[in-house]
């Protein structure tokens, strides 16, 4: 396992610094979001997925997400694992009908529509993937790795903002094209309604699960045995076991950020996504929090530029910009939020909630449907 943490160092974060303790004050965060890195990226066991292939889903991501930090750490990993200049570099750069592999040009056709656009995805796309040759659990373990990098690049853009730094040189790429289809929203529609949800592969059966399996669905949430997501997430223990740690501490960490603004930036960031079923839950978690239906029923009708009040103004245009193009913001998109009294341990939560519904959205939206 790698023991660095790229988060800090990809953020440049001194280990003495005042954001440093900032960070540390949610130290399971920052123990799982390395958990996440070591069990996706460089697991001591990558099943059907070769480290290689895990390490240039996670250079395609970095790359069309516009994270140049994250971009130069994954060719480095590429490199030490002996890929040529040439071989990084088709996969940093090409698409459809250059000299690549069906499988890996599968492969990169995945990982962008994950990160571009997540809510265009059909049951046809994995079907693709296993007409590839990849397994179920090694579709999981893909969609998973792409989410958790889309993650970590927001994850490391917050961090170098408040540690005083723009993200990239250039204004970055929109991460989303939202002129293409989003069939999940198209067919249920944006509501406070409770929703289901099902999978496009085989989840699995209890009476075949492990031990380990189990005792990850049990400590991940209350209903993770009865729920098609958890049980497809499973046949991936380890990266659903640092997942499920990484979220509850990010959204149900004590203190820091109140619970309603997380949900908020949930919500933001879901509706932009295009994501009909996170949507739903958080607004329903939002109404509960602070007995306000007609500021979620706005948003959901009206999108992230519905009418709001200032505080509220400022969460949701954080989380957008964050959303749409993280490589793209400078220190100054913090402001609005030190205007309404957030300190710096609130913005983080309030950047992290953002970011961990990058991963969630994601992997709701290609993986299976929401149902009514």
Known sequence: MCQTDIINQLAEIAPDSTLADVRNRRPDVVTHAQGSYDALIRPADAADLSHVERAQAALRTASQTGAPQLSAHYRALLQELGQSAQQIAEVEESGEGDMLSDRLESMLRHTDLLVHAPAAATREHVSELKEAGFSTRAIVSLSQLIAFVTFQARAVAGLRLLNGMSNAAVEAPNCYQLDAPVHSAEKIGFTADTLAWRAWLPTLDLEDATPDQIAV????????????????????????????????????????????????????????????????????????????????????????????????????????????????????????????????????????????????????????????
Not at 242 to 249: G, T
Not at 289 to 300: A, D, F, N, W, Y
Request: neutral net charge; hydrophobic residues 40%; aromatic residues 6%.
């Open 217 to 372: 669905l049990e400590e991940s949430t209350p209903t993770a045995k009865t729920s098609p997501y958890y049980l497809l997430l499973v046949q991936d223990v380890d990266a659903l076991r640092e997942r499920s740690k990484l979220y509850n501490a990010i959204m149900y960490g004590p203190r820091g950020l109140k619970r309603a603004d997380r949900e908020l930036s949930a919500v933001a960031t879901s509706r932009i996504n295009g994501c009909a079923y996170c949507a739903s839950v958080h607004v329903q978690r939002y109404t509960q929090l602070t007995k306000q239906p007609e500021v979620m029923q706005r948003i959901l009708d009206e999108g992230v530029d519905a009418p709001l009040d200032a505080h509220e103004r400022a969460i949701v245009d954080y989380a957008a910009k964050l959303t749409r193009a993280p490589g793209a913001m400078t220190p100054a998109d913090l402001d609005p939020l030190r205007a309404i009294g957030l300190k710096d341990h609130e913005i983080l939560d309030a950047n992290n909630a953002s970011a961990m519904f990058a991963w969630a959205n994601r992997l709701m939206q290609t993986l299976g449907e929401p149902t009514r």
